[in-house]
């Protein structure tokens, strides 16, 4: 397999995944990160598929959830993201959320001593040389200029973009924990899964006018006209679109009781655990393009974070994704030059594990074809599948915006179910087509519920 090698462009969630799955198949793997070569706005160190956003995976309700049944597909196809995720798994109620440093050494370290890996600290600035017969980008949403301006030449397509916001970051004994408590949505995992800090309505208004009026990051001419993304809406935009907004949204306080009153708070802040001491919490749904002096002043008018220290404050980047819909084949080709794929945000999905999906699915089709086997899709009743139709042409190209799994991608059922009992019987066919898409080794008896035995190996070295 010497001469079969594939390149992949970028070691975030897809670029790492796509990596695994692809030397997993026997086929060797060159794998090009930038970093520490070349930084950016967003990541803060040189490991592979680090996390720069928010520490949570999401829901990991693989019965009643399209982004827990995600994960469930993912661990059974043996993908090292969701073990590496398991593995440096932190309290989170019914999400799955992680230690972000000890998720991404373990990521890291797996595919460091991955005999088919070749890990190339430096950047690719144009088009992946025409000797590159197989070629895997997977640079994100945070692809650098010189690649860009190449890939967009080639297509011929003006680059789609949004911006994507970022939540801070409280060291967690700066908390008043005589103002906040512990405590799950509805008691929901072990019960005490978030820290609350409530507000009431003096304290909701006095915040939302705060917001409004602060001093916030100011576009360049050319970001102007670039939408947010709905699902990761800065939390001062959301207060524009109404004062009531937040209230039902991030700040509900439903399924929450506030132990000194014993009643629901008008308003509630949530924090998640980012790392697994518990010394570190992040702001849900705190996503903010407020300046640093805006953020610190603004959110020490909750109650309980008075005096909080952040461990890093709120940010905004710039995401760029591809016309997915028109540009790429099936098997995540571009249409105009096969020998390059896509994989990861840059497809145009939304979300950490919707990219690593991506990119499990664009490294067993690399491999298959370098190997001459045939790599059918899975089919669109599994998450995999719904999401990559989705973007390969189930999404209108004229529209085309970034979109998170969800249960609205996929095919209606063949029987009437009552409506409660969709989501459980949708996820139950997903699973059996997907094991029969796996093949025989595949299903709840092989790998479990924590991924394959290779990847929970991988996963379960030394960080």
């Not at 086929?27 to 520490?55: F, I, Y």
């Not at 799955?96 to 690719?124: G, K, M, S, W």
């Not at 016309?323 to 939304?350: M, Y």
Request: with cysteine; hydrophobic share 40%; net charge negative.
């Amino acid at each position: 397999m010497a001469d079969k090698v594939i390149h992949i462009i970028g070691g975030g969630l897809a670029g790492s995944e796509a990596a695994w799955q692809a030397a997993q198949a026997g086929v060797p793997v060159v794998l090009h990160e930038m970093r520490p070569v070349r930084g950016t706005d967003a990541h803060k160190s040189d490991r592979l598929a680090e996390l720069v956003c928010s520490n949570s995976l999401r829901s990991d309700d693989f019965r009643n959830n399209a982004v827990g049944l995600l994960h469930e597909e993912m661990r059974r196809a043996e993908s090292l993201i969701m073990a590496a995720a398991d593995a440096a798994r932190v309290p989170a109620g019914s999400a799955l959320a992680v230690d972000r440093d000890e998720f991404a050494a373990r990521v890291t370290r797996a595919l460091e001593d991955h005999p088919l890996v070749d890990i190339r600290r430096e950047e690719v600035t144009g088009l992946p040389p025409a000797e590159w017969s197989s070629v895997i980008i997977a640079t994100g949403p945070l692809t650098a200029p010189g690649l860009s301006d190449a890939i967009r030449d080639l297509t011929g397509e003006d680059s789609l973009a949004f911006f994507d916001a970022i939540a801070p970051i409280v060291y967690t004994d700066s908390i008043d924990f005589d103002i906040a408590w512990f405590q799950s949505r509805y008691d929901k995992g072990e019960g005490k899964d978030y820290i609350n800090c409530p507000m009431n309505e003096a304290q909701y208004n006095a915040f939302i006018d705060a917001l409004l009026a602060g001093e916030h990051t100011e576009f360049r001419a050319w970001e102007k006209n670039t939408p947010y993304f709905d699902g990761c809406l800065p939390i001062e935009v959301m207060a524009e679109r109404g004062r009531e907004t937040l209230r039902f949204g991030p700040m509900k306080p439903v399924g929450l009781t506030d132990p000194r009153t014993g009643r629901q708070a008008y308003a509630v802040v949530q924090l998640r655990q980012d790392n697994r001491l518990g010394t570190l919490y992040n702001m849900v749904g705190f996503q903010t393009k407020l300046k640093y002096g805006a953020q610190t002043e603004i959110f020490r008018m909750i109650p309980g974070l008075e005096n909080a220290r952040f461990a890093r404050l709120g940010g905004l980047h710039r995401n760029t994704f591809l016309n997915s819909p028109r540009l790429l084949d099936r098997s995540l080709r571009l249409r105009a030059v096969p020998r390059l794929r896509f994989a990861g945000q840059i497809t145009g999905v939304e979300g950490y594990v919707e990219s690593a999906a991506i990119g499990l699915l664009a490294g067993r089709f690399a491999a298959a074809e370098q190997k001459g086997e045939a790599a059918p899709p899975p089919p669109e009743t599994t998450a995999l599948g719904a999401l990559l139709n989705h973007i390969t042409g189930g999404a209108q190209a004229e529209t085309f915006q970034p979109m998170n799994v969800n249960f609205g991608l996929f095919p209606p059922l063949e029987n009437r179910v009552k409506k409660r009992e969709r989501k459980t019987a949708m996820a139950a066919r997903a699973l059996e087509h997907l094991d029969a898409w796996l093949g025989p080794t595949a299903g709840p008896e092989a790998p479990a519920r924590s991924g394959s035995k290779a990847a929970r190996d991988a996963a379960a070295l030394p960080g």
